[in-house]
């Protein structure tokens, strides 16, 4: 029963973007000798990107560039930068160690939760572009009161970013001592000050560029590490698969479901939280914006969805070479022991299976990548964060509309640096912290505070200030109520004896509850601002089906 919640844990870790894995593995690890290779390479990539920030800031002249690239970016660009937020190191080392370690178990859970992004994306994606100017409050708060929902859908946004905020810094930190050999602190300000540098003056034209680049070198690095490991099988997947069986400890059970299926409520429960909690991130939503028009926004969903796919794939089948290629080499187990702890730890098997298929330079070239992803992720992050403050709750709710460009982007740089300090100092605080909870608080937040409103909004013309108010507070109190009372923080954390709530993730009780007070809170509601609320929904569903008064790009 533990060993399933570990690997449940793990899971989490795994599918969600950035760096989550972490948690406990990674952050487990010992720090290696320092790899120069991998540093030399990360510096050509800072170097480059650093260049497109400099032209990026150059064509940063208004909040509509700033925010969302001033509407330029084209759907196949978009797509890209996406599944730049996808491709994560996270799912490179965690979900291919799963797959090396489980054998299927791995590949269910990619797919299941690949399947469920393009449905919920492609339900949303066009609405979003058409309603939204730069934020997930723009959509919220249409035809709702807009002091009380943006401040509210602000403050939800600010959450789930600086949860997640904390899972990146701490990823960055344990991945960088696992792969560069460089100091946990050192990792955690290098990261924090890139950020801040990209979002400062680049605004998102340049996190969209740098987004774009990682998962261009993401796509290349698996590609090529799947065809040098398939040539050791004559290039058959069927050989490697044959070969697996017979060496893994488990036989021909690594071809079935195994513990992960065990614990089907947890199963169900981490799943609607990444699937939900997909659609109600912030800095995924901000996406939608970058786009000059719904079709553009359609083609960015089927861009991120292909790439997404592949790579899911890609990483899957190298779990499953990796157990011949690395799980027979004693070169890469502590002491040479076979079968015993692997060198850095359990994520490091797709690491050591470029290493032995591609040499030390190859190993380099992967770590730099793994890094870079990071950087793309808390980039966009902090682009979110510091939209929900500058343009939510200073512009719209404390100058109710009166503030000037200069006056809200300068807002939204100062937002940029505090956020980039606070990341740093809550990576550095957390070092020695067990961070797995923070993966389920942050995406059942996500599903249980943003998506409910998000989608009722867009979807049902009864939906009042009121029921979204109230409904939002019980999905977040309630998802964070459930996961302290959980044992990753009620019996890992605070040291208690037994878990008050018993299951790991909260999404699958804390989201249907935000959606019944939102839909009790708004039927009973009988305000003259609901009739208002009401009123309002013939003209937003114009404008979402037809596009009419939408934001249009910016001329460059």
């Not at 560039?65 to 797509?79: E, L, M, S, V, W």
């Not at 540098?197 to 290349?220: E, H, N, P, R, S």
């Not at 981490?270 to 997909?278: M, R």
């Not at 659609?279 to 292909?306: C, D, Q």
Request: aromatic fraction near 12%.
């Amino acid at each position: 029963m533990i060993q399933r919640k570990h690997l449940l844990a793990a899971l989490a870790a795994t599918l969600v973007g950035g760096a989550a894995l972490a948690a406990d593995a990674v952050g487990a690890a010992q720090k290696q000798p320092l790899n120069l290779t991998a540093i030399g390479m990360f510096f050509i990539f800072v170097v480059a990107t650093m260049g497109i920030t400099y032209w990026a800031a150059s064509r940063t002249k208004s909040t509509a560039d700033f925010y969302t690239a001033g509407g330029g970016i084209t759907g196949f660009q978009n797509g890209l930068a996406i599944a730049g937020d996808y491709m994560s190191a996270a799912t490179l080392l965690g979900l291919s160690a799963m797959t090396f370690s489980k054998g299927l178990d791995g590949f269910i859970y990619a797919i299941g939760f690949f399947v469920g992004w393009p449905v919920i994306l492609f339900l949303m994606a066009e609405r979003l572009r058409n309603l939204g100017k730069f934020t997930f409050a723009d959509i919220a708060s249409y035809r709702l009161d807009q002091g009380t929902i943006r401040t509210f859908a602000a403050f939800g946004s600010l959450t789930v970013v600086c949860f997640y905020l904390i899972v990146q810094m701490v990823g960055a930190g344990q991945l960088i001592k696992l792969l560069f050999g460089l100091d946990y602190a050192t990792a955690v300000v290098v990261v924090g000050v890139l950020m801040v540098v990209y979002v400062t003056f680049g605004g998102m034209i340049a996190t969209t560029w740098v987004q774009i680049i990682k998962a261009c070198l993401m796509l290349f690095g698996g590609t090529v590490l799947l065809f040098l490991s398939l040539s050791q099988f004559g290039f058959s997947l069927e050989t490697a698969a044959q070969k697996a069986v017979e060496v893994h400890k488990d036989g021909i059970k690594i071809m079935g479901t195994g513990s992960l299926m065990a614990d089907p409520i947890t199963a169900v429960s981490l799943s609607l939280g990444l699937v939900f909690g997909t659609a109600g991130l912030p800095h995924i939503m901000m996406r939608f914006f970058t786009v000059p028009n719904a079709k553009e926004a359609r083609k960015s969903v089927f861009v991120a969805s292909g790439c997404i796919g592949y790579f899911f794939m890609v990483v899957c089948a190298l779990g499953l070479m990796a157990i011949v290629i690395v799980g027979q080499n004693p070169e890469f187990y502590e002491g040479g022991n076979l079968g015993g702890k692997l060198i850095g730890g359990g994520n490091m098997p797709v690491m050591h299976l470029s290493k032995a298929v591609g040499g030390n330079l190859f190993l380099g070239f992967m770590s730099a990548v793994a890094f870079a992803t990071i950087l793309a992720v808390v980039s966009g992050l902090a682009l979110a964060g510091a939209s929900s403050i500058a343009h939510d709750i200073y512009a719209r709710v404390i100058r109710k509309g009166t503030a000037s460009e200069s006056e809200e982007m300068r807002v939204s740089k100062l937002s940029t640096i505090a956020l980039g300090v606070v990341a740093v100092l809550l990576g550095i605080m957390f070092e020695k912290q067990n961070i797995a909870f923070l993966v389920g608080l942050t995406f059942g937040i996500a599903a249980s505070t943003n998506f409910p409103i998000l989608i009722l909004s867009m979807y049902w013309k009864g939906l009042t200030t009121r029921g979204a108010l109230l409904g939002g507070l019980a999905g977040l109190i309630s998802a964070v109520s459930f996961v302290v009372l959980s044992k990753a923080v009620w019996v890992v954390v605070l040291g208690n004896a037994a878990p008050i709530f018993p299951y790991e993730q909260p999404a699958l009780f804390s989201m249907p509850l935000a959606f019944f007070f939102t839909w009790l809170f708004s039927v009973t509601d009988s305000s003259a601002r609901s009739k208002i609320d009401k009123a309002g929904y013939d003209d937003q569903y114009v404008r979402s089906q037809t596009g009419i008064g939408a934001a249009s790009a910016s001329a460059h």
